[in-house]
């Protein structure tokens, strides 16, 4: 009885196959500056990191999701072999194995046309990207693979269960959340909420070493998007000091000065 | 050659949002040809008014109920696009406009620019256009080769006003395909402006000592009709709930009026408010790094300065 019992309570009920899009960001207080006549970022003394959306809640919950399930996460990343680092990380953290597109990330069209192309004979239950990356702030990449595949597209998640079918899933919308149910497969942007961040140990940063990397070649390698130039905001002209037993003279200089109230 | 917009209509009501990108809508048609198309995607109150900001015509889908899905969305606009004939699409960057521009550029095969914040003209074989990037700390000029191309709309890039008169409006008529997604609920708080959208703000952090203490905050925001916001820790720690988070890793927003009060002014909380076009910052420390980003400084105790301010403010409004 006992060994039955075991049994059941052992076997998966589903196997997942989850996918994890990272990417590489300069890291959040990194100066920002531009060379080669204001059209490319200045990388030199730059420091990158993966994107937190990515690390802390898209590939975290692709993790919990197989913890839960079985099955296997993937992470992808389209970039040159200096992507490497980070996406070792995702490795460390826990990633089974990893895919690396062998392209200049030129743009969101480009690099979702590169993932959709990587997955679409895949069969991944739940492609997973975080709601935006935090250097061109496009929150893109996640709707075009969705239509690529011409599958369902859940974003900003602040909260996902899922049974191995059906995912419920809180998206965060303005000044409140929707819930939703998907069937099958979709793709999935991550905010804030929806896992907690994990820290590699040292034996994720050792296991790393040896899993899987794979290098595809790039299936698209043009954009349709380019920056021309970069230009930096103006500097403000100086703080004013406000006497703080005076707020009227505060409220006084909204109104008539900055004409904001 | 004509520009599509969709007009968002959350609970049947057109909010400053929908305006905002229809006004653009308009420029963007005078920048590069044809006219102005508003599409509708189910009930709304007075769908002509958006003739006022310079829609010469409504597509209204006014039986669709599918709600906020972004592939029956995309579909839609897709569909709407191709009977007007046009070539540029415009969104709000807001949590629908987010979710489907991506989607329509593809279907289009058109290029997509998000976060938008200046009209885009016609440049020697494409499409130039501005936005906002390393989450605020500087903007790229982009180019869209070719013709066509999504745009979703920063909120509060430029000031909406009324140019026009109230336009015809159409019965549109497309297939929505079924969605393996089904929205079970919405909850949203009623009565305030959502932050992307708030014109004032009244945020505060962790100088707050604790979430007993934000009826100052809350008696202030009430005085102007700002919307609240917090720091990060304070959302994290719980004190205030996650929709209020601004920064890098939050909501990024640019309100006329943002007022912080016990907020040091990190790197990372810069980065989603610096666009405001008016910064005060309450900190009793001096040294605090907020102080250089802003336009008006008050350095004291703010347990007595924000209800000073507050006072001062229904002073304001009584004369
Ligand atoms: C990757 C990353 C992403 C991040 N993203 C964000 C983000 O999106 N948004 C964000 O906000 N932070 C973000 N942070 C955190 C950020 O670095 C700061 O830690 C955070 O903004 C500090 O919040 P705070 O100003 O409320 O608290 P503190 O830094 O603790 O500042 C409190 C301030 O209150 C003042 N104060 C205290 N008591 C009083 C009083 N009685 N009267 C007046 N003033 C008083 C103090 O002088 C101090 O300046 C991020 C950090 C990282 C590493």
């Known amino acids: 009885m006992s060994a039955i019992h075991y049994n059941i309570k052992q076997r998966q009920v589903t196997h997942m196959k989850l996918l994890v899009c990272i990417t590489k960001t300069p890291e959040t207080t990194a100066k920002i500056a531009f060379t080669d006549g204001d059209s490319k970022f200045d990388e030199s003394g730059v420091q990158f990191i993966m994107n937190p959306y990515d690390e802390w809640y898209a590939l975290v919950r692709a993790l919990e999701l197989k913890e839960q399930h079985g099955g296997t996460v993937t992470a992808i990343n389209v970039g040159p072999a200096a992507n490497d680092v980070v996406i070792r990380k995702a490795l460390a953290i826990g990633a089974d194995d990893a895919v690396r597109i062998n392209a200049e990330a030129l743009s969101a069209g480009q690099v979702a046309a590169n993932i959709a192309a990587h997955a679409k004979d895949k069969g991944y239950d739940v492609i997973f990207t975080g709601k935006e990356s935090i250097d061109y702030n496009g929150s893109e990449v996640g709707g075009m693979i969705a239509e690529h595949l ?112 | 050659m004509s520009v599509l917009v969709l007009a968002e209509s959350p609970n049947g009501q057109f909010k400053k949002a929908a305006y905002e990108a229809v006004h653009y809508g308009a420029k963007t048609a005078a920048s590069l040809g044809g006219e102005c198309v508003a599409v509708v995607i189910g009930p709304a ?169 934000w009826g100052i905050i809350d008696d202030l925001a009430k005085t102007i009709g700002a919307t609240t916001a917090c720091s990060r820790p304070v959302a994290d720690t719980g004190w205030r709930p996650h929709h209020e988070h601004v920064g890098q890793t939050g909501v990024a927003i640019r309100p006329n009026l943002y007022i912080a009060a016990g907020i040091s002014g990190a790197i990372q909380h810069l980065a989603g408010v610096n666009s405001s076009k008016c910064i005060v910052v309450i900190n009793k420390d001096p040294e605090a790094p907020f102080f250089k980003a802003a336009d008006y400084g008050v350095c004291a105790d703010l347990f007595d300065v924000v209800p000073r301010l507050t006072e001062a403010f229904k002073k304001m409004k009584a004369q």
């Open chain 2, 45 to 213: 109150d007075n769908p002509a008014d958006l003739g006022k900001y310079g829609a010469s015509k409504v597509v209204h889908l006014a039986d669709y109920t599918g709600g906020i899905d972004a592939s029956s969305y995309t579909s839609i606009i897709g569909q709407v696009a191709a009977q007007v004939g046009a070539k540029v699409v415009v969104v709000n960057h807001s949590s629908t406009g987010k979710s489907i521009a991506g989607r329509v550029a593809v279907k289009m095969d058109a290029g997509v620019v998000s976060q938008v914040n200046s009209v885009p003209t016609q440049e020697d074989g494409g499409i130039v256009v501005t936005k906002p990037v390393f989450s605020g700390k500087a903007f790229a000029k982009c180019k869209v080769a070719g013709d066509k191309c999504v745009l979703s709309l920063m909120g509060n890039a430029l000031p909406i006003t009324e140019i026009g008169s109230a336009c015809p409006v159409e019965a549109g008529s497309v297939d929505v395909p079924a969605s393996s997604v089904t929205i079970k609920e919405r909850k949203t708080v009623d009565g305030e402006v959502p932050l992307p959208e708030a014109e004032l703000v009244v945020s505060a952090g962790r100088g707050m000592k604790g979430p007993e203490n």
């Open chain 1, 150 to 261: 011409n599958l369902p597209y859940v974003s900003y998640a602040s909260h996902m269960d899922h049974d191995g079918t059906t995912a419920t899933v809180n998206r965060d919308i303005e000044g409140g959340v929707e819930v939703v149910d998907v069937t099958g497969a979709f793709v999935l942007s991550a905010s804030k909420g929806l896992a907690e961040q994990r820290i590699p140990n040292m034996r994720g940063i050792m296991m790393a070493k040896r899993k899987p990397m794979a290098v595809e070649e790039p299936a698209v390698t043009e954009s349709k998007v380019s920056v021309v130039s970069y230009t930096l905001p103006e500097a403000k002209g100086g703080v004013k000091m406000i006497d703080p037993e005076n707020m009227d003279e505060l409220v006084r200089l909204l109104h008539e000065e900055a004409k904001v109230i």
